[in-house]
Structure formats: structure tokens, C-alpha cells
């Protein structure tokens, strides 16, 4: 139990909007902007990642406490800090882990300036609303909450690991509008989802009934749909079963679903630029290994009473009426999964005129600059709604090898995330090296969130 | 590689927290759960013996059995309330009794005599701490005995209703 609730808290102690990648986009250096925007601008003619290497992406979260406000060394008692911790979080505060890696990736320019772009990466996202009141009966119990109802509706979470193919093009539509699409294919390599639970547990005083309190279940039902749990789980399986099993649900043997991302960009003026991007508008259907694990029904109680003399079973009489009352189901139905839509939107302003000669094969008939300054917007749609950041941002170009970004991130849990990025380019060869939150690096215990992204590719001009 | 540089940072940043105590997290939960109840009237006092007439009934409570409360309960408090009517004085025994029936604890509560009009009540708590809770741990079911020593007097009832407080450390 304590493990458990170790592991729980660690959790707890990471990141925010995890998958707010606000240093890769807009950074026309580099192809990963792409996959963050497929209408977005790029300043090379070819890319090729090394596979593996070319992104990987580690980020976590916490919207509503850190390690520090566990562990820290004050002397007091950490079940103390617990206890405050838990009545400080509300069902909304949440928890997150998201890891990409890119195995494969490639992108062209072909004669009339359209960028193409193909791929496949691996990612991990778990989301985990902090379910509030069955956290504090678990924690406390009941006996100081009498009349109070425990919602079993703050449990809710998402969590899959999966692999993404994907075919993009950007396409130059005119000298001032880019705009882009991707295709995506999901092939799913477990997934964990359980969001629209109901339901309440209530002991209150009972003056006009038979004994001292009544307990009630309510309009319980608590679903958890899985999809691949029942190979974790499997103890005769051998890991190199496992592996194979893994590797064939990575490439399409699994449960498949299918996405689109879309993008634009768009220059009202040389100096100003204007770009969105929706990403992950699509869907995964569960269909095989799939288990559906489901509580559900209503019951109430006022204890076993005895009716003298002693010739009944009551206590089987009691769980019989439970278990015919309150359900306990295991399925295995197909369910269908949406996959967390992202929304990005920014505008910047460029000054400090590039005055080298243009790449005639690039969509860039216009005046460049070596800085930016810029603002933008990002939301993912999780299962209660949007969470938001806004990010500001300056752009700088040092030379033809060294390009940087400084970032600012305010969002509903931290006004104080400062990111930088570096990206550095040796003839053909790129490195870039991103990472935000830096003012909590000093002591990471007191972050709430952090993320970083590096990678190493191939980059190619025609010039 | 990532992993390895995320984790170089992450574990040379880490500051003024102790780790350590995650040996000290208990958690601690205390549950509030209905006990037995009873309306007892005359007819069901069947047994006559030389102090009065007595009735008897049990029941199996399983969930004692069960692992939280075999590894994790610390503490029970049992609150028992009787409302008399009888006109005559009772006297009630609850045991908690073993698989093999044997009494591991008993709990005597002595009912004064009521009337319809005035019920007697007696709200009594028995505190199971921490030196004695392997009584209940080994304990699967609870009896009742309840002895009239007035027989005539048949006019009444006495109910039960109770409660249980169960105290866990989960460690």
C-alpha cells in the first residue's frame, strides 16, 4: 500500500501540459515543427532522421503539487503533508506523462516548393485526473464524513502507448499562405481508458430507520476499457513472447485508429507571421485484446439484522444481496478512443533583416529576419474540457550554424516556466537540445512540471 | 541517451526533500459501518432458565477475515444502543466468537426496565485498542444473548441498533 502510494505521489510531482511543445514550434530550422505544424515554414530542402535519435521527448506533470510539498525536510511529519496535500487538490488537478520517440523519419522538397514528409514514431501519454473523493475515503475513511457523498465520478484517466505512421505535405499556395496536412495511423500498443464514471458512496445518520447509519451506493457504474491489460498480465507469458507480441501490435497488427493534422501559415506582412495548427483529430478503434472491467448497480444497507431465533444465514443473505445489487462484470466489448486534440496558434513579429541571398526552391519570396518575436497559444482537449497555455517568445538567429529561442510559459498552474532551446547545424548534420522550466532546475523538487526534447538528424539544402 | 541526461539532471537538482520518508507514510483510514440490529419481542425469548427467559441468535461477520483487518486494523470501537420496553430488567451478551466458537471477547451490557410509555436506553461503547485487537482478528462471527428476568413481563420490545468504528494503519 504504501509503494503504491509512494509511486502515486511520485507521479504527482511532474509537469503540466505535457504535450506543449512551445520550443519546437515555430522553428522553421528544424523539421519537427512539422509534426507540430504541417503548414509550417521550413528552411531546408531535405531532412532525414537518424532513426532513433531524431526526437526524443520525455515531459511530466502535475497541475497541483510537487515532491517538495511531500518531502521536504522540515521536520514535520510527511503523512501530515499528505493529508494537506490531498485536501488542497480538487478533482480537476491532474497528473500527466507524455514520451515520444521518433524511430523513423524523412521529408523533400520537390520542384514546385511542396515539403513532404513521412515518419513513425513511438508514444506513451498518460493522463490522470486526481480522483479527489475516493483519495481522501481511502485515505481517511468515512467516520468523519458522515452525510458527505464520495463521487465516484472524479476517477477518470487515459493512458496508451501506440505508434504513429504518418504522410504530410506542406504545400506553398501562394507567397504569403503555406498550408499543410498530415495522415496518421495509429497502431495501438495498449491503451487504458476510463472517463464518465458515476456514481456515490453516502453513510449518513438513519434516526427513523433500524440501526444507527444507512450506507448507500447511488447510481454506480465504473467502467475501465482495456485493450492489451490482459498481456501485461499474462504470468505464463515469456518476455520474449511479450517483445513479440509488442512489436507486431507497434507495426499494425494491433488495434488501429486514423488521424489527421492540419496547419497553416500565413504572412500578412513580410515582418508578421500568423500559424495554427489542429493536431490529433482522430480516433482508435479497440478491438482486440480487449477487456472491459465494469462495477455498477445501487444498494443500500442498514447492517444485517437478526430476527431470532438464529436459523438464517444472514451474512450470505447480505452478500448475496450485494452482489446481486452492486455488479461485477468483465467484458470484452470494442470501444472506440478519441485522441487528445491539440490546438496551436501564434503570431510574431520579425526585425533584424537577413540580408543573404534567398533559396529560390523555398516558398520564401519574401524579406526574412534573424529575430522573432512572438506569442502563442496552445489547448488539448482532455476528458473535462480544454487546458490552456500561452507562451511568449524570442527568436534568435546567430548564424548560418546557431539558432536559439527563449521562451515564456504562463498557464492556470505556473507563471514561471522559462524554456530555451539550442539548435546547432555542422554542414549536414543537426543537434538540438530543448528544454523548459529551467528556473526550477536549481531544485527540480519543486517543479510541477518539466519536459525536454533533443534529437540528432540530417539536414540538406539545395544551394 | 535523453533518458540518461534527464536523469542526470533530475537526480542532481533534486533538493531539500528526503526520500527516505516514504518509510513513514501510513495511511490511515477510519471506516464507520452498521453492526446487527434486532427488534426483539416476547415470543422469540425461548429458552427458560432459573434468571429468566433468554434468546439467542448469531451471525457470521466474513469480513473479518479479510486481509485489511487481519494485517491492518489497529483499533475497533463498538457502540452498541438498546432501547427497552419490557418492563423488566434485561441483561445482554455479545460475544465475538472464533470458527471453532470459541469466545475470544464479550461484551456485558445490563438493561434497566422500561415501559412503552418511558423505553430505557442504554448507549454503551466498547473500545477494542490496539494490546487486545487480535481478539477480533480472530473472531468470525458475533452472538447475542439477551436474558429477561422478569418472564411475565411479555408487553414490549428491546431493540439493538449498533455500530462499528474501525481504526487501520496501512503501512
New interface residues.
Partial sequence: ???F??LFILTLSQGILAQNKQLLYNFDDLPQTLLLNPGAETNFDMHLGLPL?SQ?H?SAGSSGVN??DI???DGG???DR?RKTLHKLSKNDFFTVNQQLEIFSIGWRDQRRRYYTAGIYQEFDAFVYFPKDPAV????????Y?GRNFDFSDAAFTAEVLNVFHLGFTNYYSEDLNYGFRGKIYSGIFNAHSVDNTGIFR?ELSPEG??????YMSQVDILINTAGWDELTDSDATNRQLMASFLKKAFLGGNIGLGLDAGFTWYPSDQYRVTASLLDIGFMRQTKNVENYRYYGDYQ??????????TR????EW?DNLDKNLKDETLTNSYTTWRPVKFNASVDFGFSENAEPCNCYRPMGRRRYFNHLGAQFFAVKRPRGLNFATTLYYDKTFNNNFRGKITYTADSYSFSNIGLLFSARLSNFNVYLA?DNLLD?????KAQN?S?Q?GVQLMFSRE | MAFLALLTVCTSCVKDVDLDQTDEIVLSPEAAVDLIFFDLVDEEFNVVSSSGVTAKDETRLDFLDDDYIQNDLVRADFNFRFTNTFESHLTAIIRFLSPANGVQHTVLVSIPRGSIETPSVVDYTEIINEAQINRIRRSIKVSVEVTRHDPSAVAGSLQLASKGFFYFEFK
Fill in positions: 500500500m504504501r509503494v502510494f509512494f535519435l526524443i520525455l515532491m517538495y518531502f521536504r525536510e511529519s510527511i503523512n499528505i475515503l481511502a485515505y481517511e475513511g468515512n467516520k468523519n458522515i453513510t433500524p440501526n444507527l447509519y444507512r450506507h444497507t442498514d447492517g444485517i439484522e437478526l430476527l431470532f431465533p438464529g444465514e444472514y451474512w450470505d452478500e528544454a532546475y536549481t531544485n527540480l523538487a518539466a525536454v533533443l
